[in-house]
């Protein structure tokens, strides 16, 4: 017999095989094959080095998202903070256990209670905390989330906040405030919730019932260290003012780090009742007004607007006075900006051209019937006719530029329309691309309060991540009374919490990335444990991690996660 060692290349890699070859039928022919392998495997079993062992299974598992929201949960001791508000029995899990749970999940893969336990163990929760499925079913969660009452939540967020600042020294001279509504799908005739209320809709769901969420965070990465959730129905104004209080024990917590801080909010949160409770308080503030409260300022040309030098504020120029506003001398900014003017401007054309195009339709429709006497459908009316113009002409400022004129002709309704260019000339001059701004701090110059009213959109940045259907979502919520959805409100801003700190940590480590960005990244690196099917193996469990981007081993470097791989099983 005789036997030749043969190489082949596949795909760029070398292999080799014995082979045996015979002439059959006068012709040559391989009548036997044996895989060898590469060559280091040959090398190997020469020398007698052993062979790794075959595997019995892979057990792959979440591990980067988890991982580092967890090391970040530990820090803040957010556990102990929680369970050292609730009186509980040792039995069990703590509540700030499953508190811990419930926010890590809405950060990485929100889903309901009855499906927690499956997510639970595909992470590696299950080696650091002292949980099995059987304890995370949704009784139990209803049974721990009892324990939470409104005053317990209150106490809670209040020492996380004041941890917060202590430990990561997150900047708490300057804090946005702002609120939204979550729609719901609790049913119309369920009278157990008082939170659940019929409202206009910020997500557009007027449908619905809704639920309303106010937040004060950080300017420095919208981190959350306040929230208060009330009803639906409630307007922003109201909601401000009902929380006067409560903010101040806030402020008292918080100014262990700063002399003083400011707030800031914009109009909807306005009135008189609101500022007098804020004059009452040691907070500062700043502010925004329509532009109908101030028209005089309004007149006065840009060109004699003071321009700001600030990197941060290319194009914006300020007019700064002192004015008497809900009661008070106060400061006053109005600011121009070039960019907000241009995209305003190209807004309002675009909105013009597409109203009058259909008015134009609409137009020629009534114009057929009075010409040829249409037939079919419901015969027009002035009436009519004047409700679809007013809903044709909704939208900032379009009604102001475009005018319509319906009138009775011939028993029928006939519409004419123009475009004032005088009043689209005085949108241009007085309003566009401008923004009034008030306040008590006097002693700031125009760019630190314009800068201060632009950080407003960081708490517009938290709630838009809250409404990500994805990660830290409010969404799915499977609670139908006013505890339940106190809690549910309570761990999805913690969630909110873990995901802004862990954001800020990334980018002190010199990588800026949103939090759907981190999140996804870090959810994609994967822990992976190579299980030996000899139970007596010194070694039962190989474990690594699963191929990494250039981008996720960075991460994952950068947040020193190689440590939290588990070594054995």
Not at 88 to 110: D, I, T
Not at 304 to 312: D, E, Q, V
Not at 541 to 561: C, E, I, K, N
Request: proline letters at 4%; hydrophobic letters at 40%; one cysteine or more.
């Amino acid at each position: 017999m005789a036997i030749t060692i043969d190489r082949k290349r596949i795909k760029g890699g070398t292999y080799y095989y014995a082979r045996e070859c015979r002439r059959v039928d006068g012709k040559p022919k391989i009548v036997w094959q044996k895989y060898l392998g590469k060559a280091e495997r040959i090398v190997a079993a020469v020398t007698g080095e052993p062979s790794p062992p075959a595997l019995k299974e892979v057990l792959v598992s979440e591990f980067g998202a988890v991982a580092a929201l967890y090391r970040l949960a530990q820090r803040l001791d957010l556990v102990g903070l929680i369970d050292a508000a609730v009186a509980k029995r040792e039995q069990g899990l703590s509540v700030g256990h499953y508190m811990l749970v419930a926010a890590l999940n809405r950060c990485v893969a929100p889903c309901s209670k009855q499906r927690i336990g499956d997510w639970f163990e595909g992470t590696p929760l299950v080696r650091w905390l002292p949980a099995r499925k059987s304890h995370l079913s949704s009784k139990r969660f209803w049974d721990n989330m009892g324990h939470l009452t409104v005053d317990r939540i209150n106490a809670i967020e209040q020492a996380v906040s004041e941890r917060v600042v202590a430990e990561f020294g997150v900047d708490t001279h300057c804090l946005l405030f702002d609120a939204t509504n979550f729609f719901t799908f609790i049913d119309s005739f369920n009278d157990r919730s008082t939170l659940a209320q019929r409202g206009h809709s910020k997500e557009g769901r007027e449908d619905l019932r809704i639920v309303g969420l106010a937040l004060l965070v950080s300017m420095d990465f919208h981190i959350p260290l306040f929230h208060d959730t009330y009803a639906g129905n409630r307007n922003d104004a109201k909601e401000f003012g009902s929380v006067t209080g409560r903010l101040m024990e806030r402020y008292k917590a918080l100014t262990g780090a700063v002399e003083e801080i400011t707030v800031v909010f914009d109009k909807g949160n306005n009135s008189d009742a609101n500022l007098e409770l804020l004059d009452r308080t040691e907070y500062h503030f700043v502010g925004s007004l329509k532009l109908n409260q101030c028209p005089e300022l309004l007149t006065v040309p840009v060109s004699t607007y003071a321009r700001l030098r600030h990197p941060r504020l290319p194009g914006v120029r300020v007019l700064r006075t002192c004015k008497k506003v809900f009661g008070k001398e106060r400061t006053v900014v109005v600011a121009y900006n070039e960019q907000l003017y241009l995209s305003q401007s190209l807004s309002l054309q675009m909105e013009v051209r597409k109203r009058t195009r259909h008015l134009e339709a609409l137009s020629r429709s009534l114009g057929q019937w009075r010409d040829s006497g249409r037939r079919g459908g419901r015969k027009p009316t002035v009436a009519s006719v004047r409700e679809k113009v007013a809903e044709l002409l909704k939208g900032q400022y379009v009604k102001d530029v475009v005018r319509v004129q319906v009138e009775e002709v011939d028993g029928l309704p006939a519409l004419s329309y123009q475009v004032d260019l005088d009043a689209m000339h005085h949108l241009s001059a007085e309003k566009l691309g401008k923004t009034i701004l008030f306040t008590d701090n006097e002693g700031w110059n125009s760019e630190d309060i314009v800068l201060a009213y632009r950080g407003q959109a960081g708490v517009e940045s938290a709630f838009r991540t809250m409404k990500d259907p994805q990660f830290v979502s409010w969404s799915p919520m499977f609670h139908w009374t006013d505890d339940r959805v106190r809690v549910h409100a309570f761990y999805c801003v913690l969630a909110l919490l873990l995901a802004s700190l862990l954001n800020r940590e990334l980018h002190r480590a010199g990588l800026d990335l949103s939090i759907p960005e981190m999140l996804r990244e870090l959810g994609g690196i994967r822990e992976m444990a190579f299980v030996d099917p000899d139970a007596a193996s010194a070694h039962p469990v190989r474990v690594g991690v699963s191929r990494l981007s250039p981008l996720q081993a960075r991460l994952l470097d950068a947040l020193d996660l190689r440590k939290d791989l588990v070594t054995a099983r």
